[in-house]
């Protein structure tokens, strides 16, 4: 059974920074493509970033340069470093899993298998 559990989220102000940390359970950031999601009130979800069993990353046009996410396999982790955060990035953070993909390639944004229950971030202007 996977389980993820995310920590970290906060309020902030505009310019401010987060860490977002996904503990997981064994070994599947070692193995399988990870990634960042968020869902802001009324809106659809959106994929933020993404890293996967070979370490490559991906991300949203909009959280480029500002943004970086990354992966501790000794420590069952995935953290998501927030710098320069903007009112809207206001959301609910979530992170996720894909059994299926070891790559997490061009459709990184749909991976789907396991899911958080999410940790809110906001940010204020």
């Known amino acids: 059974q996977v389980q993820l559990v995310e920590s970290g989220g906060g309020s902030v102000q505009a310019g401010g920074s987060l860490r977002l940390v996904c503990a997981h359970s064994g070994s599947i950031s070692r193995t399988y493509c990870m990634g960042w999601f968020r869902q802001a009130p009324g809106k659809r979800r959106e994929g933020v970033a993404a890293i996967d069993s070979f370490g490559d990353r991906s991300y949203a046009d909009s959280v480029k340069g500002r943004f970086t996410i990354s992966k501790d396999n000794a420590k069952n982790t995935l953290s998501l470093q927030m710098n320069s955060l903007k009112p809207e990035d206001t959301a609910m953070y979530y992170c996720?899993?894909?059994?299926?993909?070891?790559?997490?390639?061009?459709?990184?944004?749909?991976?789907?298998?396991?899911w958080g229950q999410g940790t809110q971030v906001t940010v204020s202007s």
């Open positions: 996720a899993a894909d059994t299926g993909r070891r790559v997490c390639g061009a459709t990184w944004a749909l991976l789907d298998s396991y």
